[in-house]
């Protein structure tokens, strides 16, 4: 699965790294070369795509929300570009240049796919109300209302200290969370408030269940603890002892 996503990545840099040079590059030299208004409104779409590949690399990197509007912009200006290109600069007809902007028009939708596709889960939540959501907490730590879970603790896959803090919007979750715990304490579950944005939690959204159906999430900011939920049942110890087994060689997603 890593492997996957580290080629997926890199194609997805390289097709818009070579789409924002070549159409900057061609389409600024097709604009002074351009002998017909069609060719040079063909150069314009080729400088547009080009631009806009350059923003999505940018909102790609900062992974950021309008990265998607940016890579709206460049499939559009890709695909026309694609479309009369060859009928305006090659004299091909009508024919070549439909088959020509169905081809980029799905180079365009694969690499839109990939960038979202890595990108998703990544973008922080932010609800209009959080007050109308209630987020969980499993835990060995016995807390009280007003106390912060704070992030920069090893997690239940490793040692290795986290910059995340972990919460569900599901009991299911959170039980595990207070079952799989470190310490010697009983597992307590709490409701929490998240303190700052948060974001889908990679580890069960990419490996276990798709779409994120466990409502699990992390955040680099602190949960405030507002009660303890005691309205839950945990495992048998054999359910357990097998969930430990399952994930002693697993290493979290963390970064």
């Known amino acids: ?110 690499v839109g796919w990939g960038a979202v596709a890595h990108l998703r889960g990544t973008w922080p939540a932010t609800p209009s109300d959080p007050s109308s959501r209630r987020f969980f907490h499993g835990t060995r730590a016995d807390l009280k209302p007003g106390d912060r879970l704070q992030p920069g603790y090893s997690s239940n896959y490793t040692e290795r200290k986290s910059s995340w803090i972990y919460f569900s919007e599901t009991v299911f979750a959170a039980t595990w969370g207070a079952e799989l715990a470190k310490g010697e304490g009983p597992g307590r579950i709490y409701l929490v408030e998240p303190t700052g944005s948060f974001m889908d939690d990679p580890n069960v959204t990419d490996r276990k269940y798709p779409g994120n159906p466990t409502k699990s999430y ?14 839950w049942q945990g495992h048998s110890p054999e359910e357990i002892q097998a969930m430990k087994d399952f994930i002693a060689d697993k290493e979290p997603i963390d970064d």
């Open 218 to 231: 992390r955040s680099r900011e602190s949960l405030l603890v507002v009660g303890e939920y005691l309205d």
């Open 1 to 110: 699965m890593k492997a996957w996503r580290f080629i997926r990545l890199l194609l997805v840099i390289l097709l818009l790294g070579a789409a924002s040079w070549l159409g900057l590059k061609e389409g600024l030299d097709g604009v002074h070369d351009g002998e017909t208004v069609g060719q040079r409104m063909a150069a314009g779409l080729q400088v547009l795509y080009g631009a806009a590949a350059l923003a999505s690399l940018v909102g790609f990197a900062a992974r950021a929300r309008w990265t998607r509007w940016a890579l709206g912009v460049w499939g559009v200006a890709f695909m026309v570009t694609g479309t009369v290109a060859p009928m305006v600069w090659g004299g091909a007809g009508w024919q070549a240049g439909l088959l020509a902007g169905l081809a980029t028009l799905l180079v365009a939708l694969l």
